[in-house]
């Protein structure tokens, strides 16, 4: 279940019912997704792509894109600082960055046109839709891990567009959810 913090306003939303309509009132779409049939976080891409195929061919529709991919991201992976150092900055798309998560966790700051940023922590299950031109950035937890469905609208892919406002290091790139605040 996906977590907002508003960091100003002091204020975090943890019921999915607020925090669909919170996320909603700046365009983004927020929906929990179950597998059609049980499938493990570690299964091939191709049995995940299977079990969210429902999911999946709906979305496509709605928002014309073309492609699904999963992407994979372990504290191992190689280079994996560089990876995250590009989308650590404030930057926009050409088009909408949507993401599915299977596994591991996930912070998306969004600095909208109107209002102040705020945080979005993704986990398990979360689908969640960034409309393109909206100005964010993302780190991973402090596990360092994320597996997540990505649905495309150009097979040519994305390619982050940089604001360089340096809104970004105003705000920590840390996870609030439970398993995070108990740790202290
Ligand atoms: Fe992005």
Known sequence: ???IKIPSDDVTLRERAEVTAFLATHGIEY????PEHPVAPDASSEALLAAYAHEIDTLKQRGGYVT???IDV???TPNLDMMLAKFSREH???EDEVRFIIEGRGL???????GPVFAIEVEAGDLIRVPRGTHHWF???VDRRIRAIRLFQDSSGWTPHYTDSGVDKGFEPVCFGPAYVQRG
């Open 1 to 3: 279940m996906a977590l």
């Open 31 to 34: 929906e929990r997704w179950t």
């Open 68 to 70: 699904a991919d999963v």
């Open 74 to 76: 372990k504290p191992d």
């Open 92 to 94: 926009w798309h050409d």
């Open 108 to 114: 998306f700051h969004i600095h909208p046109k109107a």
């Open 139 to 141: 780190d991973l937890c």
